[in-house]
C-alpha cells in the first residue's frame, strides 16, 4: 500500500509532528505500508531521504524555524505525484498542506484521513495577542471542527483530545492511535558524556525541560517555579533544550528572576546521538505545557529512565495515568517547586519512580501502534475503491 503523507513541517525542523512523522513511516514499513511524504524544504536541510518530496518554502516571518510551502509549488508537487503511490491521502498539519492534501484526495478519489496534533485554541492567542481570547477560540475550533468534518477520519494522539473534539462538534469518526516509541529511545543514553559535552559538574542536579521553546509550552511558569528550586537547592540548574520563538524572551526573564546563571539553554540536540545522553543526564525531568495533544518528551524521558514532574493537561493525561511512575502536580509553583526538590534530595525515591517509568514506556510500542495505523488505512480503502469505480461508470455513460 502507498500513502501519501502531506505536512507543513518535517526535519531538520525539530518538534513532535516530525517526530511522529519519521516513527510512523519507519514503523509502517513493517507492515507492508510506504509513505510518501510532501514536505517544505528547508535552507538547513542537506540530507535526502527516501520517497520524501520536497516543496519551495520561505522562513515565517515571525518564526523563521518554520517555513511556509509555495501553494503553486505544492500543488504541482501534489499533481506530479503517481496514482499508484497515492492510494490514501494522510493530512499532517492544518495549514497549506490540509487544502491541498484535501482537494488532491477529492480530484483523484481516495480517501483522506488528518492527525489532530495540535491543540490551537490555546495556541492561537501567543501568536495573534491582540484577537479577544473569546474570538481566537472560536476561531480555532470553528476551523479546525470544519477541516477535520471535511476528510473521511479523523486520528488523535490520546483519549482526552477525542473527547474535545467530540464537543467542538467533529462528526467524522475519530480514531486514537498515539505516536509510538521506537526501539532507539530506549536505548541508553551516558549522562557523563552529556555533562562533559556541555561543561556540568558531577554535583550539579540538572533540571531539565525537552521541547520547542515557545510561550504556549508554560516555560515562564518553569522558570519562576525553579526560582523556588534554586533557593532551596544550591546545586540545581535548570536545563532546556530546544529551540523556538520565545528563547529570547525567556532567557531575558530567567535574568529579571535572579536565575540566569543557573539556567542554560542548550538549543536543538541531534536525537541520534545527544539526546539520549541529555535525558540520561537529567536528575528530574520538568514538563508544564497545557497544550499537548500527547506528549512524547515524557515518554522519552521515561524510557531513559527519568524522574518525571509534570502537571497533566488534555493530552499528557493519558501518559501520566496511575503506574507512570511520574509525579503529578498542580500549576502552583511552591508545589511543584517542593516535588522537584523532592526527586532531587532522595536519589532512592528518585531512582524508583525512574525505573517504574521506564517499564510504563515500554508499553507504548511504536511497531503496534503502526499496525493500528496500517489497519485504518485498509479499512478505508473499499469505500475508495467503490468510489472510483462509481467514477468510473458515470464517465462512460456520459461518453
Not at 267 to 291: H, M, P, Q
Not at 352 to 381: C, F, H, I, V
Request: aromatic letters at 8%; a positive charge; charged letters at 20%.
Amino acid at each position: 500500500m502507498r500513502p501519501l503523507v502531506v505536512s507543513d513541517v518535517y526535519f531538520p525542523r525539530v518538534n513532535g509532528v516530525s517526530t511522529s512523522i519519521r516513527s510512523f513511516r519507519d514503523d509502517l514499513k513493517h507492515h507492508g505500508v510506504d509513505c510518501t511524504l510532501v514536505a517544505p524544504a528547508y535552507a538547513a536541510d542537506t540530507t535526502e531521504e527516501a520517497d520524501v518530496l520536497r516543496v519551495r518554502a520561505r522562513p515565517v516571518p515571525f518564526d523563521p524555524e518554520d517555513h511556509v510551502m509555495s501553494w503553486s509549488a505544492l500543488r504541482q508537487c501534489l499533481a506530479a505525484v503517481p496514482r499508484e503511490r497515492c492510494e490514501l491521502v494522510h493530512i499532517q498539519t492544518p495549514f497549506l498542506a490540509h487544502y491541498a492534501g484535501l482537494k488532491l484526495a477529492r480530484v483523484r478519489s481516495v480517501p483522506v484521513v488528518a492527525t489532530c496534533h495540535t491543540y490551537f485554541e490555546d495556541y492561537l492567542h501567543h501568536y495573534m495577542p491582540l484577537l479577544p481570547g473569546f474570538a481566537g477560540a472560536w476561531l480555532a475550533r470553528s476551523v479546525m471542527t470544519s477541516q477535520l468534518n471535511a476528510v473521511d477520519a479523523v486520528i488523535s494522539p490520546s483519549e482526552p483530545v477525542r473527547a474535545r473534539l467530540l464537543e467542538y462538534g467533529v462528526k467524522k469518526p475519530i480514531h486514537v492511535i498515539p505516536t509510538g516509541m521506537t526501539e532507539d529511545r530506549f536505548a541508553p543514553g551516558s549522562a557523563s558524556r552529556f555533562r562533559e559535552l556541555f561543561g556540568f559538574a558531577q554535583e550539579q542536579r540538572i533540571v531539565l525541560n525537552v521541547g520547542r521553546v515557545a510561550h504556549e509550552k508554560n516555560l515562564g511558569f518553569l522558570l519562576r517555579m525553579f526560582v523556588h528550586v534554586a533557593k532551596m537547592d544550591a546545586r540545581a540548574v535548570l536545563v532546556i533544550a530546544g529551540e523556538g520563538p520565545a528563547r529570547r524572551a525567556l532567557q531575558a526573564q530567567a535574568e529579571q528572576l535572579g536565575i540566569g546563571p543557573r539556567t542554560r539553554f542548550i538549543g536543538n540536540l541531534d536525537r541520534e546521538r545527544t539526546l539520549n545522553d541529555c535525558y540520561a543526564a537529567a536528575d528530574a525531568f520538568v514538563f508544564a505545557s497545557r497544550t499537548e495533544t500527547q506528549g512524547l518528551v515524557l515518554l522519552e524521558a521515561m524510557a531513559q529512565s527519568r524522574p518525571v514532574v509534570s502537571t497533566a493537561c488534555l493530552g499528557t493525561r493519558s501518559v501520566l495515568t496511575a503506574g507512570s511512575g511520574a509525579c503529578v502536580v498542580g500549576e502552583e509553583e511552591s508545589d511543584f517547586a517542593a516535588a522537584v526538590c523532592a526527586v532531587l534530595k532522595d536519589r532512592s525515591y528518585a531512582q524508583g519512580m525512574g525505573e517504574k517509568s521506564r517499564r510504563w514506556a515500554a508499553q507504548w510500542s511504536s511497531l503496534n501502534l503502526a499496525g493500528r495505523m496500517a489497519d485504518l488505512y485498509r479499512d478505508l480503502l473499499p469505500a475508495s475503491q467503490a468510489r472510483i469505480a462509481l467514477n468510473e461508470g458515470v464517465s462512460r455513460q456520459v461518453a
